[in-house]
Every structure is written in structure tokens, then in C-alpha cells.
T-cell receptor
Framework: AQSVAQPEDQVNVAEGNPLTVKCTYS??????LFWYVQYPNRGLQFLLK??????LVKGSYGFEAEFNKSQTSFHLKKPSALVSDSALYFC?????????????FGTGTRLKVLA | DAGVTQSPTHLIKTRGQQVTLRCSPI?????VSWYQQVLGQGPQFIFQ???????GRGNFPDRFSARQFPNYSSELNVNALLLGDSALYLC???????????????FGPGTRLTVL
């Protein structure tokens, strides 16, 4: 079965410190991986994706993610957190099930950046 | 450019009623997907439409149906509403179908459905 796991329900980090939001995946074949962010009462905003190539992917708002095939991980990172980064973050993998491609989302990690 | 738009923003229905949610994709996008996001969970895939044809269906009952129009907008219909259908319904659009290697889905703000 194809799946995504976000092991932390919440991550707290001080403003200005580096942040990491963890994601591990299970998928057959080459993984297509995504990170989205959701602000209160809003839809999901695309941050970045990994399709192939460089294991370090740069995205919007200073975020980046590191793909690690041996550890089946795709952790989201930012060198210096802002209070405005506080939101709900979702990792997703594109999976193929019964001939249907679909995005499979994790349960989300709430990031809280403290001033 | 306008992003994905959805209407209505909020909706309150009672059990047994029927509801129709609407979505307009980003201009030039031909694929629309629908997701259900229950409070505290990640979005769950319901349908994908590409070029007006259903290309994928998630594990949802037949009470859920959808269609895509010639202008690529889409409607999601839910019949015989249950309390458990209360959720945020998200629409996402992409240039091509999900099988494309360049596919990225862009989400609308969602419709908050409350079933009483």
C-alpha cells in the first residue's frame, strides 16, 4: 500500500531557529513527493515537489526539502523560521492504485513558531 | 491570474438533503480533482476528472458523484447527506492528468459543509 507518514502532530520552534518537519513515504516505483501548507480556513498552498534529480529541492517562501531514498524520507526544512510560518503542513505522495493516480496525504504537522 | 475558485464558501444542510459544490480551475488547466478533509485529518481523494472524463475515484460511496463541463469547471454532488459528510471539500486543478510527470495540483480555498 502507498502511504505517507508525518510522525509529529506538532513542532514548536523559536523564531530565527531552523525548522524541520518530517515525512516518510511508502510507494512502489519512483516517488513523486509534495509539500503543501494550510493556513486557518484556507485551502492548501503548494510549496515544493520532488520528481527526480537533485535530492535538495527548493520551494516557495524559503522552504526546501531533502529527499532521501535510502531512508524513504522527504523532510521539509527552513534555515530561519518566521512567526508567519505557523500553519499546518502536509506531505503528499502521488500514488498509483488500481490504475488511478492520486495524491495521498499525511495527517499533517502543525508548526508553531514562537516569537 | 485567478487561482482555483470554489463556491459556496460555507454550506449548512440537514441529514438526507443533497448538496452541489462548484469549482472553477485555473485558466488553462484541464484537470480537476476533489478531496474531502475532515477536521484533524489530511485530504482524502474523491474524484479526478480530465478532459471531462472521470479518470479516478477514491473509496467513497455512490452518494458522491461529480462531473466536468466543457469549460473544465466541475461540480461535486453528494446525495442523502450524513452527519459524517461534514468536512472541508477541496478542489484542485492541474494542467494535465495525475499521470503526467509534470502534474502539480493547485488547491482552491474549499467549501465548508456542515450537516446537522
Amino acid at each position: 500500500a502507498q502511504s505517507v507518514a508525518q510522525p509529529e502532530d506538532q513542532v514548536n520552534v523559536a523564531e530565527g531557529n531552523p525548522l524541520t518537519v518530517k515525512c516518510t513515504y511508502s510507494v512502489s516505483g519512483n516517488p513523486y513527493l509534495f509539500w503543501y501548507v494550510q493556513y486557518p480556513n484556507r485551502g492548501l498552498q503548494f510549496l515544493l515537489k520532488y520528481i527526480t534529480g537533485d535530492n535538495l529541492v527548493k520551494g516557495s517562501y524559503g522552504f526546501e526539502a531533502e529527499f532521501n531514498k535510502s531512508q524513504t524520507s522527504f523532510h521539509l526544512k527552513k534555515p530561519s523560521a518566521l512567526v508567519s510560518d505557523s500553519a499546518l503542513y502536509f506531505c503528499a505522495v502521488r500514488g498509483l492504485t488500481s490504475g488511478t493516480y492520486k495524491y495521498i496525504f499525511g495527517t499533517g504537522t502543525r508548526l508553531k513558531v514562537l516569537a | 491570474d485567478a487561482g482555483v475558485t470554489q463556491s459556496p464558501t460555507h454550506l449548512i444542510k440537514t441529514r438526507g438533503q443533497q448538496v452541489t459544490l462548484r469549482c472553477s480551475p485555473i485558466s488553462g488547466h484541464k484537470s480537476v480533482s476533489w478531496y474531502q478533509q475532515v477536521l484533524g485529518q489530511g485530504p482524502q481523494f474523491i474524484f479526478q476528472y480530465y478532459e471531462k472524463e472521470e479518470r479516478g475515484r477514491g473509496n467513497f460511496p455512490d452518494r458522491f458523484s461529480a462531473r466536468q463541463f466543457p469549460n473544465y469547471s466541475s461540480e461535486l454532488n453528494v446525495n442523502a447527506l450524513l452527519l459524517g459528510d461534514s468536512a472541508l471539500y477541496l478542489c484542485a486543478s492541474s494542467l494535465a492528468g495525475a499521470g503526467s510527470s509534470t502534474d502539480t495540483q493547485y488547491f482552491g480555498p474549499g467549501t465548508r459543509l456542515t450537516v446537522l
